[in-house]
């Protein structure tokens, strides 16, 4: 089994549209940290969000929000009003300390239309 | 945050050469370094990990002999891709983690990564 779901392999929407890109991990540790990055066509990874496993609060961030729920092992990227620079491929990763390692998902391919 | 370089961005070389990418953390100092290889379309996927000082642990499929790892400083890491073929080329993103003042200690800082291209 996957440690990092991404189910949706790509996503295409129009500009100004809503978007939710989901993310299910899986893991025994009962502390790990989930991440999500983006990487533009440059192929340079920016980092936009770390959550601890003790933290559960959702967290906004501009046009960015974030959905932690650990009850469904989900952790989910919504960007409102999308704009054509926010098209990318989206990772969600899962740090475990029990093995020091990040494992990223397969990544979401956004593309926002003009 | 914290940065990390990594020189070249971007390299051809011909089949049976050899090939050293540098990983550089520039403000701080990185006990831990990691390398990752991503071919097209595809995640990134965890080759090696290395500590300063120690010998570098590969990952289940990824040979320790074609894919040297240095990390002699705390500050660079180096990996050597030995008598490269046209099936190595990809993208190498190194990262880098440290315990050093107020660094979380697990967090990793990602380079920019070195486009391979082997023909």
């Known amino acids: 089994a996957q440690k990092v779901t991404q189910a949706q392999t790509e996503i295409s929407v129009v500009e100004k549209e809503d978007v939710t890109l989901d993310c299910v991990y899986e893991?025994?540790?009962?502390?790990?940290?989930l991440f999500w990055y983006k990487q533009p066509p440059s192929g340079e990874l920016v980092f936009l969000i770390r959550?601890?496993?003790?933290?559960?609060q959702n967290e906004i961030s501009g046009r960015y929000s974030w959905n932690f729920q650990k009850s469904t092992s989900s952790f989910n990227f919504t960007i409102t009003a999308s704009q054509v620079v926010d098209s990318a491929v989206y990772f969600c990763?899962?740090?475990?300390?029990?093995?020091?390692?990040?494992?990223f998902g397969k990544g979401t391919l956004l593309t926002v239309n003009p | 945050g914290a940065v990390v370089s990594q020189h070249p961005s971007w390299v051809i070389c011909k089949s049976g050469t050899s090939v050293k990418i540098e990983c550089r953390s520039l403000?701080?100092?990185?006990?831990?370094m990691f390398w990752y290889r991503q071919f097209p379309k595809q995640s990134l996927m965890l080759m090696a990990t290395?500590?300063?000082?120690?010998?570098?642990?590969?990952e289940q499929g990824v040979e320790k002999d074609k894919f040297l790892i240095n990390h002699a400083s705390l500050t660079l890491s180096t990996l050597t891709v030995t008598s490269a073929h046209p099936e190595d080329s990809s993208f190498y993103i190194c990262?880098?983690?440290?315990?050093?003042?107020?660094?979380?200690?697990?967090?990793?800082?990602f380079g920019p990564g070195t486009r391979l291209t082997v023909t």
């Open positions: 290395s500590n300063e000082g120690s010998k570098a642990t590969y």
């Open positions: 990763a899962l740090f475990e300390g029990s093995n020091y390692k990040l494992t």
């Open positions: 893991t025994r540790d009962t502390t790990y940290y």
């Open positions: 990262s880098a983690a440290g315990n050093v003042g107020d660094r979380d200690p697990y967090e990793q800082y």
């Open positions: 403000d701080f100092q990185a006990t831990t």
């Open positions: 959550r601890n496993s003790f933290d559960e």
